[in-house]
Nanobody
């Protein structure tokens, strides 16, 4: 079982920055891919950015050049640096991890509780 704990959300003005963090805890697991998703009010959840173990990352088109995802494999930490924030970035942001649960001998797909990001003008 993997537990994901997010932190770093908050309220900022347009053009401001925030840094989200996600810590994975537990035992007997391997994380292959981690990502950040978000759900804005009245909209479906969407992938913001994700990164594989080797470091390759992909981003939602609307955040390219503004957001940077990174991870520390040794500590199973994930971060999302968000710059030049816009009102449309306002959403509940979720951390996700996919990999393998050695104890249960099955794929794992874990989600955090979410952290709110609010961008106001």
């Amino acid at each position: 079982q993997v537990r994901l704990t997010e932190s770093g959300g908050g309220q900022v003005q347009t053009g401001g920055s925030l840094r989200l963090s996600c810590a994975a805890s537990g035992s007997n697991f391997r994380i292959d891919e981690m990502g950040w998703y978000r759900r804005a009010p009245g909209k479906q959840r969407e992938l913001v950015a994700r990164i594989v173990r080797g470091g390759n990352a992909e981003y939602l088109d609307s955040v390219k050049g503004r957001f940077t995802i990174s991870r520390e494999n040794a500590n199973n930490m994930l971060t999302l640096q968000m710059n030049s924030l816009k009102s449309e970035d306002t959403a509940l942001y979720y951390c996700n991890a996919e990999g393998w649960d050695y104890y249960a001998s099955r794929r794992l797909n874990s989600w955090g509780q979410g952290t709110q990001v609010t961008v106001s003008s």
